[in-house]
Nanobody
């Protein structure tokens, strides 16, 4: 069973920064695309960012220029650096792992999920 464990969420003022981490329990999954999604109350889970094993990245328009996704293959960990946070970034953030070789922006195309970590941005 693959486990993804997110950490790093919390309460931050608007304009502040947070770094989320997602640790995978199986090294093989660090060779596949990983993604970050978020879900606000009453809304559907939405794509935030994804990273390919080769280092290629993709971002939602709403976070381009503010968020950065990266990975440390030696630590089986993917990160999401979030800068210039806004109140609309408030959500539970989830890490997903996809066993197919290409990046995806649809939650249903991911095979494994972490438990989520809450990010709250106060205005």
């Amino acid at each position: 069973q693959v486990q993804l464990v997110e950490s790093g969420g919390g309460l931050v003022q608007a304009g502040g920064s947070l770094r989320l981490s997602c640790a995978a329990s199986r090294r093989t999954f660090i060779n596949y695309p990983m993604g970050w999604f978020r879900q606000a109350p009453g809304k559907e889970r939405e794509f935030v960012a994804a990273i390919h094993w080769s280092g290629g990245t993709r971002y939602a328009d709403s976070v381009k220029g503010r968020f950065s996704i990266s990975r440390d293959n030696a630590k089986n960990t993917v990160y999401l650096q979030m800068n210039s946070l806004k109140s609309e970034d408030t959500a539970v953030y989830y890490c997903g792992a996809r066993t197919a070789p290409t990046m995806a922006v649809t939650p249903s195309m991911y095979d494994y999920w972490g438990q989520g970590t809450q990010v709250t941005v106060s205005s």
